[in-house]
């Protein structure tokens, strides 16, 4: 028996990157996956690779947000990945950028969930997993983007508390610095940017798809069934410490003695 056999699961943002390692591995672990993306065609590609059924939707349109749900029939767990965003300081942007992030990052979680809601209420139990980042839960700029993550986590408690009684279960996840096609400009600009960011993770390398995949497959199962509000990183340490402010006060110690 595999952990997820029978149950059904929409994934947003399911064509690329993080979402499609979701996809995968749920679809291996048993569940009937709906890949939900805004670019229908990566959609089809990836629910043609796992045996999932796709579905072209934006997930900051409601009116989308409810023909994916109609569209998915049960749903059992919901993944609100989709997301990203790459506008800065406060100083800098403008209200459109604002809005932008916060829309594909907080109010995406919000439609995606008040959609699937009733049903999981109506069937006594469900699971709503965030992907969020640990952007929010330290600075990491990006302010936008950053705000509407750390939104996604206290969104992801206040569900967890209110609808626990009906047997549902939100918890999100807070990835580091994942190999995705979201790095692609940014690996443009700098072509070593996984390598220099290395120095920071104290496990020595940034994170996989598959590594995020994993734990939303152990969070979504019955094995987490009484995990709630719970908000995993999965970081490979980053922000358990800050090695590289250690490494440079002890190199401070040592050139004054
Ligand atoms: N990659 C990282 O380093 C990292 C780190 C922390 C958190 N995250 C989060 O993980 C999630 C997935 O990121 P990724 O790196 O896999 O990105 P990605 O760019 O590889 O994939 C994102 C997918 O979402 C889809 N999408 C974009 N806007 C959408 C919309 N409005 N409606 C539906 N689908 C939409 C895109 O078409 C794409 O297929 C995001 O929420 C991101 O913020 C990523």
Known sequence: MS?????????????????????????ADGATVVVADVDGERATAVAAEIGGRAVQADVTVAADVARMVADAGRVDVLVNNAGGGMSDDV??????????????????????????????IERGGGVIVNI?????LAFFANEPYSAAKAGVINL??????????HGIRAVAIAPGTIRTPIWQERVEKVPEIFEKLLRWYPLGRVGEPEDVAAAAAFLASDDASWISGEVLRVDGGLLAGNAQMARELVADFEDAE
């Open 132 to 136: 969020a980042s640990v952007n929010g």
């Open 91 to 120: 100083l800098e942007i403008d209200e459109e950028e604002w809005e932008h992030d916060v829309a594909l990052n907080l109010k995406s979680a919000f439609l995606c969930s008040k959609a699937v809601l009733p049903g999981m």
């Open 3 to 27: 952990r997820l056999d029978g149950k059904s699961a929409i994934v947003t943002g399911g064509g690329s990157g993080i979402g499609r390692a979701v996809c995968a591995r749920f679809a």
């Open 156 to 165: 992801t408690r206040s569900m967890a508390v209110r609808y626990g009684h």
